[in-house]
């Protein structure tokens, strides 16, 4: 019968929680080790980029010095530790349930011969033999007992026929033992004395710590949305967003679902910078100022956490600088929450098709990407560097950037160069071609599947004229049979690299969206698509697809194809596309004229030759018939007035 009792040197917990913690820890690690390969291609050379990129490395990954510690490299680092600790243990312990080996205790090898065994047990004897051996500092006699009684149980496991049987049958030279099961519990767990506290710790665990984080995760997922934003942030943007909105609206909705989104710090020493702030602010947009706050009901001494997170948004797209190092992070993890929150606002726009607002959010992501006043397109020369926004403002006549260049060289002004770096990275998309497409089909008609195939490409300033890029209907068909969005680049193109955005605290790809809008109706036709990795001119272009039924009704719409930067101010196109929607009964007509098309005439040598093998021809038209019969009858005729003219 087994006997089972407890882990008393917690070898065994120790192989288990071993085990748990390689199948945690190595695939952490695995995954935490830095990639080789650039996930992406480097982004804009110039000299405000790389130091803006020098800033966030520091600041993302910390100096040896202060290094930054995420929850995730603490953990390994725990782990690890724990690791290491645990085989420490198990390789310092001694393990007890040993199969018995009697050459082992012997110190023979196995093929050894029984002249050899009974050679080296003669000398084992005289050093342990109790009458004979002497005690060293560390050792007693009960040790040395017990030695000897080993060798001599092992010798006899060898030699003798009995003891040897024994050991053949049941693996000790005694006979069967006793089964004994360990559990991997150690005993002082469940020791009387420590009941207590074992309860105790059980008690906190699952009747404290467990309710308390399910009820954490419950109530959390009820007071985010699926966007990832509070509910009161969501339900804010639903009351205040109207048909008619426009970026201020846009702006005020932001900062009122601030207040939700933006946890207002205990330091209050913070304020009176806030205060100089504010002062700067009022200053530079005058009574602007004023009408912002009341738009987005800020009133004085009431919403201090939305009046505050304002003040910072504000004092980024003024390009401010905040001198405090806490409150500069606050900005900073101020705004890199502000895409989430577009990003739910947007889908609300989007529910009700309101276009004007929903390109309005669409363009404040370049506003506050590079820092400037939303609805101030005029500045939009401020983007490139060294160019302030007055001087952007007085440039707003100009045509583009290479006339920037040109008159920035013709000054000698230093400034050119790094705006010739800048413009290599430029996202000014092209739209090559525009179609809507029914796969398989020549017509659009009701309720059918059609997808709207864009093609786009990067032309940036100083790269010379493009030739028109020819159709390729196999590569466009094999496009529209796939289930992918976007076409793959091609192997080895790593996409378009980081934008030129030196005053976001982070790093950003040049995205754009896609946005099919009923102009006259103010609405959006199809829910918009947002691409990225466009690929410059001189790498072709890449296609994009929409899918959405058609109209139920016959007719010919006029709409208009957006294409929005997400990245860069003033960067946007659009052009006007017609979706004209045929009754079903073409496509019956264009069936039965291919088929006559396809079928030769009988009279004719490839109906002949179709006769010959068997296959289908068309029958002379009735047409033919009556001529040739009127003309035989007229031969007739003739041949008959001939022959009584004879008689």
Known sequence: MANYNYDEAGNMAAYFLLTFLSIVLIPLSISSFPSRKPHTKPGCECQQCREHCEQIRKRERGSILHPKFRRKTIVLLVGWVLFALTIYKVSTTDIENKVYDPFEILGLRSSSSLKEIKSH??????????????????????????????????????????????????????????????????????ESGNNIWVLGVYGLIFGGALPALVGRWWFGNRRKTKDGVDARSAATFFKALAEESGIDEVVASLGKALEWEHTLPKAAQLDAELGTLENKIKYLLDNKWDDVKKLADIMPGEHENRRRAFVLLYAHVLRLPVENKTLREEQAELLLQTPTLL?????????????????????????????????????????????????????????????????????????????????????????????????????????????????????????????????????????????????????????????????????????????????????????????????????????????????????????????????????????????????????????????????????????????????????????????????????????????????
Not at 164 to 176: A, I, S, V, W
Not at 476 to 486: G, I, T, V, W
Request: net charge negative; aromatic share 8%; hydrophobic share 40%.
């Open 121 to 190: 047990y003669k000398k084992l004897s005289r050093l342990y033999h109790p009458d004979k051996v002497k005690l060293g500092i560390n050792e007693t006699m009960e040790a040395v007992e017990a030695k000897f009684v080993s060798i001599t149980k092992a010798y006899k496991s060898l030699t003798d026929e009995t003891i040897r049987k024994n050991l053949e049958l049941y693996g000790h030279p005694d006979g069967r033992q006793e089964v004994s099961m360990g559990i991997a519990l150690p005993k002082w767990i469940v």
């Open 343 to 647: 990003n739910s606002m947007l889908n609300i726009s989007l529910a009700r098709s309101w276009l004007l607002p929903t390109l309005a959010i669409m363009r404040l992501h370049a506003y506050l990407i590079q820092a400037l006043p939303p609805g101030q397109e005029q500045m939009k020369f401020a983007q490139l560097p060294g160019i302030a926004p007055d001087e952007a403002t007085r440039l707003a006549q100009v045509d583009g950037v290479e006339d920037v260049v040109a008159a920035l060289e013709a000054k000698s002004d230093s400034r050119a160069q790094e705006v010739k770096k800048t413009a290599q990275k430029w996202g000014r998309a092209e739209i090559v071609n525009a179609s809507f497409r029914v796969i398989g089909e020549k017509f659009v008609v009701p309720s059918s599947i059609v997808f709207l195939l864009v093609k786009l490409r990067l032309t940036p300033p100083f790269a010379q004229a493009q030739q028109e890029v020819q159709v390729d209907e196999d590569r466009d068909n094999e496009f529209l049979l796939s289930r992918k969005d976007a076409e793959d680049l091609p192997t080895g193109d790593l996409g378009t690299g980081w934008a030129h955005a030196p005053f976001w605290p982070a790093n950003r790809k040049p995205s754009w969206w896609i946005v099919l809008a009923d102009v006259k109706t103010q609405r959006v036709v199809v829910p918009p698509m947002k691409v990225s990795d466009v690929p410059t001119a001189d790498r072709g272009y890449r296609s994009f697809k929409i899918q959405f039924q058609a109209p139920p009704t016959p007719g010919v719409f006029t709409w208009k194809l957006y294409l929005i930067s997400e990245t860069f101010i003033g960067e946007e196109v659009s052009r006007d596309i017609i979706l004209k929607i045929d009754d079903a009964s073409v496509l019956n007509n264009e069936d039965q004229r291919e088929d006559e098309i396809s079928d030769p005439e009988e009279d004719s040598l490839a109906g002949q030759v179709a006769m010959m093998r068997g296959g289908s021809v068309k029958k002379k038209s009735d047409e033919s018939d009556d001529e040739s019969s009127t003309d035989d009858d007229e031969e007739r005729k003739s041949d008959a007035g001939s022959s009584s003219d004879s008689d």
